[in-house]
């Protein structure tokens, strides 16, 4: 697996997908790895500087970007569901 390109199956970018999350200082509330392979994940509460900034660095580090998102604002924080998919070798 290189950094730019995370081919290593749902566990790597699982990993990838939380260290970044960490490194943004959010907290994931879940992670899910699909059967089909890919990753979706449920963040309840973080600023929108902190998830496009953390969006941002997943693309720019590893080319990773959600397949589906969904932002809610709630009570000033934002809401998030979002699936990554794997990407091909």
Known sequence: ????????GPAA???IIASGARDAGMSITS???RAAGGVDVQIDAVSAA??????ER????????PTQLSVVRDQGQL???CSFAESAP
Do not use: D, K
């Open 1 to 8: 697996m290189s950094p730019t390109s995370p081919h290593g």
């Open 79 to 81: 809401r998030v569901r």
């Open 58 to 65: 997943l693309r720019q580090a590893y080319g990773v970007v």
């Open 50 to 55: 902190n998830l496009f900034g953390w969006l």
């Open 31 to 33: 992670r899910q790895r």
């Open 13 to 15: 970018l699982a990993e």
